[in-house]
């Protein structure tokens, strides 16, 4: 009996030995575990203290110096379209060069980084009159064409900008214009004076002397041909000008000046596939 007690008293210290070892074990890598948080927070404040703030990026830097936060854009433009003859004489004998007005407004969306999109509404001229001859034709073939065509459209235009100065930019991007065709154009044979000038025939003249540029119609009834017809043509209508019409800006120039935070002006040039176009506008920000 006094051995089961003595057995009994050794297992129960045994325990109780074990038992605050294992608590004096856990309590002690509380603390350091405790004691190395508390060292890596302190380490991170400090390093939070001395790190300096990160320096702007060019992109934001500019765009806090310029004002240049997102902005929508609205305004005028006016602009010159040139289709030069030497374009023209690449497909044909004869042409005269083309040079009319083109006026609208546009929206334009300009982000932080410079680069906007814009869409227009406009209208641009194509009248013109002159001689028109088709590659390996006659000379006595030369016509009069007399037109006021017009190109009703919408413009679309990508650009990309490079800051010159706080209140100057270079902007450069594509474009294009798609709309319908307005007006009409008509057709007379055409004549020589002894000046190298071509005039507009007022109707067959038989008794000019050679050559005889102001044919007769081969019509039975002497009137004129149709403009689908071989012969001599006086003021008819051309039916073949396509309802449509495409101009492109390839590449779209522009030097944009910001006088003032709302205001912007620009020096516009582009150059499509047949026309050269230089012009002016305007734009006013309708936030920011």
Request: charged share 20%; glycine share 10%; with cysteine.
């Amino acid at each position: 009996m006094r051995r089961v007690l003595w057995l009994s008293t050794v297992v129960a210290c045994s325990l109780v030995s074990v038992s605050s070892f294992a608590q004096d074990e856990d309590e002690t890598s509380a603390a350091e575990e405790g004691l190395d948080q508390g060292e890596g927070e302190a380490s991170d404040a400090a390093d939070a203290e001395a790190e300096p703030e990160p320096e702007a990026k060019p992109a934001e830097a500019a765009a806090a110096a310029s004002g240049a936060a997102p902005t929508w854009w609205v305004g005028p433009y006016i602009e010159g379209v040139l289709v030069p003859a030497f374009m023209l004489e690449l497909f044909l004998d004869a042409s005269p060069s083309v040079f009319n007005a083109s006026f609208g407004a546009t929206i334009t969306h300009r982000n932080a980084e410079g680069f906007s999109w814009v869409l227009g509404l406009g209208y641009a001229g194509y009248a013109f009159e002159g001689p028109f001859r088709a590659t390996g034709d006659p000379e006595l073939d030369t016509e009069w064409v007399d037109s006021n065509l017009g190109l009703l459209h919408v413009r679309g235009m990508l650009l990309w900008s490079a800051n010159i100065s706080r209140t100057l930019a270079f902007e450069y991007g594509v474009g294009l214009e798609f709309g319908v065709v307005l007006g009409s154009m008509y057709r007379s044979e055409a004549y020589k004076d002894s000046n190298g000038e071509y005039h507009p025939c007022p109707g067959p003249m038989p008794t000019m002397p050679p050559p005889v540029y102001c044919e007769a119609p081969t019509t039975l009834d002497g009137s004129s041909n149709a403009y689908d017809e071989e012969g001599a043509h006086y003021n008819v209508k051309e039916e073949r000008v396509p309802p449509v019409g495409v101009a492109l800006m390839v590449p779209a120039l522009a030097l944009r000046y910001t006088p003032i935070e709302k205001l912007a002006i620009k020096l516009e040039a582009s150059y499509g596939i047949f026309q050269f176009t230089f012009g002016l506008s305007a734009a006013y920000a309708l936030d920011g």
